[in-house]
């Protein structure tokens, strides 16, 4: 006589360590094997983009920190960007050089905690986290230096950076570029061969090339699954024409891919912080001459950067006032989480949590 | 560098192949019409020499007299972008087919636009609101909601 069985449904979070913040999986199981998966969002919604609405262009950045807050930096960059180039404001050539240090260097701190918390979802429990954490913690006195914050900077301006670099900035970064690659070696001679680490990240929740354009993913996500598609240099913006860099990519798009996508592009933030170090003008202002309630003309425009997690991108509509009419930001942690029912149905509940770790999701963005 | 494509010469072709679809097609934005947008989204992500597999930013604008709908579209194989708009007039029971059939990338945002605007995706595989309950009333992302 067959054993009689029936469709389990389970609910992994809001509140739930693998879930990386307040979001909910509503999963259906037979056994232990995931036959079908919901993601359920908006625990987090705090509304920004009608907030915005209120606000003047200025006092829409702290807005934006509160986004993808373990990257607040280029969210700060990217949403300036989108107003500059609504309002036509050019960024003075000391700004532009500050922002890519800044923007990189928070792309070298948001994958060490992508990959530290992978990991810990994987089962190395909070080891890894904590020698990631070491180095963050580096690139977090950096930024503290600058503008006095760790976690949420409020650094940018429409126009440039709020203040210049002090003068004990320049030797603190050169002393952290220089090391750093030790640590990364030191990050793969303990990762990389790890035979428990491989055995459950290799092939697991594959995401295939045709999927993964078609979901529109962007970031490592999309890299990994082997598409070379990276808007720092398909579509420079900024100065990114000036750096020599690569875009690394995997093939198989497995959980493996993705890890390891993340680790070359932390050594290539590395080589475009030396080059603009090097390239970057001495001395100069730091922010154009932008009016605090300045009125972009009437008209809309899309801004767009490579963010850590993705493309990242801000839609905005001016009628002309201090305030814009509509502000909308595009998430890319939310759209790459589109293809997580593709991923993990057929794979077990253990794998779903390394599946869902290797997506690097972050809530304040996803719910905005 | 992502060529944003010449928005007469699209609009000229697509023109073509589905007469009658075109509202507006200068200024760099391309205005079409509402009823024949599935068929567009077919025709711009399959014809040879557009090939729009990638869908980004898709999100929509109160306007009080009508709602306007803006795609962006990118060609990973050409490096081409374009921008497609849509305008649905009305306050109440506006619809638009949705283009999650043609790119999965509309899912959650076709969703989001529902929840937050109240314009509702015929075709949506499972048209639901996102980021609010169930129950919320109204749309906030609407000018008139207070």
């Known amino acids: ?368 | 560098m992502t060529v944003a494509v010449n928005t007469e010469e699209t609009g000229k072709r697509i023109a073509e192949a589905i007469p009658g679809s075109v509202v507006s097609s200068d200024k760099g934005s391309l205005i079409v019409d509402s009823k024949a947008l599935a068929q567009i989204a077919d025709f711009l992500k399959n014809t040879p020499g557009m090939e729009f597999d990638y869908l980004t930013v898709l999100t929509a604008a109160d306007y009080l007299d009508y709602f306007e709908v803006v795609y962006r579209l990118v060609s990973l194989k050409n490096n081409q972008s374009l921008i497609l708009k849509t305008r649905v007039y009305g306050r109440e029971n506006l619809s638009l087919p949705s283009v999650t059939p043609v790119w999965r990338a509309a899912y959650y945002q076709e969703r989001e636009i529902f929840d937050l605007l109240g314009i509702k995706f015929e075709g949506h595989p499972d048209l639901r609101r996102l980021l609010l309950w169930e129950g919320f009333n109204g749309h906030p992302l609407r000018r008139d909601y207070l």
């Not at chain 1, 300036?80 to 922002?99: S, T």
């Not at chain 1, 154009?288 to 997690?309: C, H, L, M, S, W």
């Open chain 1, 1 to 368: 006589m067959p054993i009689k069985t029936e469709q389990f449904y389970l609910n992994v979070g809001p509140q739930h360590p693998s879930t990386h913040g307040v979001f909910r999986l509503r999963l259906s199981l037979d056994g232990e094997v995931v036959t079908d998966v919901e993601p359920i969002v908006g625990y987090l919604h705090r509304g920004i983009e009608k907030l915005a609405e209120t606000r003047t262009y200025t006092q829409i950045i702290p807005l934006t920190d509160r986004l993808d807050y373990l990257a607040s930096m280029t969210d700060n960059v990217a949403y300036c960007m989108a107003v500059e180039k609504l309002a036509g404001i050019k960024v003075p050539e000391r700004a532009e050089y500050i922002r890519i240090i800044f923007s990189e260097l928070m792309r070298v701190s948001s994958h060490m905690m992508a990959v530290g918390f992978y990991l810990n979802d994987c089962g190395a429990f909070f080891t890894p986290v904590l020698y990631m954490w070491r180095e963050r913690e580096k690139i977090l006195d950096l930024f503290d230096m600058v503008c006095g914050q760790r976690l949420l900077y409020n650094y940018m301006r429409v126009g440039g950076v709020s203040q210049d670099l002090p003068d004990e900035f320049m030797p603190a970064i050169k002393k952290f570029v220089a090391e750093m690659p030790r640590y990364i070696g030191e990050y793969n001679q303990l990762i990389k061969q790890n035979e428990i680490f491989l055995a459950r990240s290799k092939g697991v929740g594959i995401l295939p090339r045709e999927t993964a354009i078609n979901i529109g993913a962007s970031g490592p996500v999309l890299r990994a699954s082997g598409v070379k598609w990276d808007i720092r240099k398909m579509d420079p913006y900024s100065i990114y024409d000036r750096f020599d860099f690569e875009i690394p990519t995997g093939e198989a798009g497995d959980c493996y891919d993705r890890y390891w996508v993340r680790m070359q592009e932390m050594t290539q933030s590395l080589r475009i912080i030396e080059q603009a170090m090097s390239q970057m003008p001495a001395k100069g202002p730091v922010c154009a001459d932008v009016p605090q309630f300045f009125r972009p003309p009437a008209g809309e425009t899309y801004g767009y950067i490579e963010a850590p997690k993705g493309n990242l991108g801000f839609y905005i509509v001016s009628d002309g006032s201090i305030a814009p009419y509509r502000l909308h930001i595009y998430p890319p942690t939310l759209i790459n989480i589109t293809a997580l029912k593709d991923m993990v149905i057929g794979w077990k509940v253990a794998d779903l949590i390394i599946i869902f770790g290797s997506m690097d999701v972050v809530l304040g963005e996803i719910d905005r």
